[in-house]
Each structure stands twice: as structure tokens, then as C-alpha cells.
């Protein structure tokens, strides 16, 4: 009795076992390999007028890419070849973490991130009025 009783808790063990597996096999979701990077800016650049940039997706394509500094929206792009135009000049001189997030089908959401630093040289002229005035009696 003992051994009929073993066998039949291996065998039943054995088939849910055996039917979770099945069960895991077809609801596997395969990854996606997707990512994201910058082409024409490195991590701890110091930028200066207009930045040119490609963001480059390997994998699936993104419906769109945004890009961020700071949290504010710089750009937008629809489709390949993900390009981007930041004039630097609009904004403080300081340090920005700039992101990209691509968004894919089915609501999923790739990110590249890195950390600039906006110096843009303003020239201040100061004309002297003692100056100034001996040219207008020319």
C-alpha cells in the first residue's frame, strides 16, 4: 500500500510539474533588445552654440525619441534618422543631464542619458562715454 501510495504522489507531482512548464513555455515573452545611445555627444562634454547629435536605436524601431535637458523637452523625433539640434544658447550656462527616451509598440520605453556642461563665452562691451563723446565730435 505504501508503494502504491508513493507512486502515485510521484505521479502526480510529475504531471503538474510538467504542465507548469508547458504553461511557461507558451506565455514567454521573448525579450527585445532594444537600445539606445548618442553620436556626437559624450558623457561630461562642455557644449557651446548649437549641438548636433544622432541618437542611434539598435533593435526595434522607436516610434519617436524625445529629448530632455534637465527635464524640459529639446526635441522630438518621428522617425530614423533620429537627429537633434540644441542651441545652447537659450539656455543658463551650467550642468544638464541630457535624455533620450525612445518609446516603442505596446507602450514600452527605452532611455540614454549623460551629463553636459553648457559654457557658452558671453562678451560683455562696456564703452567708456568719455570715449564715446570725443568720436562724435568728429
Not at 539598435?58 to 542651441?87: C, H, M, R
Request: hydrophobic content about 40%; glycine content about 8%; aromatic content about 6%.
Amino acid at each position: 500500500m505504501k508503494l502504491i501510495t508513493t507512486l502515485s504522489i510521484i505521479t502526480i507531482a510529475f504531471t503538474i510539474f510538467s504542465c507548469s512548464k508547458k504553461e511557461d513555455q507558451n506565455n514567454v515573452v521573448t525579450p527585445v533588445n532594444n537600445a539606445i545611445s548618442f553620436t556626437g555627444i559624450n558623457n561630461a562634454d562642455s557644449l557651446k552654440g548649437t549641438v548636433s547629435a544622432q541618437i542611434g536605436a539598435s533593435g526595434n524601431q522607436p516610434q519617436k525619441i524625445e529629448v530632455f535637458a534637465n527635464d524640459s523637452l529639446i526635441a522630438t523625433a518621428n522617425k530614423a534618422p533620429y537627429n537633434l539640434q540644441w542651441n545652447t544658447l537659450g539656455v543658463v550656462n551650467g550642468n544638464y543631464k541630457i535624455k533620450a527616451v525612445a518609446s516603442y509598440d505596446g507602450g514600452k520605453q527605452g532611455e540614454a542619458s549623460g551629463d553636459v556642461i553648457v559654457h557658452n563665452i558671453i562678451l560683455t562691451l562696456e564703452i567708456d562715454p568719455k570715449i564715446n563723446g570725443m568720436y562724435n565730435n568728429i
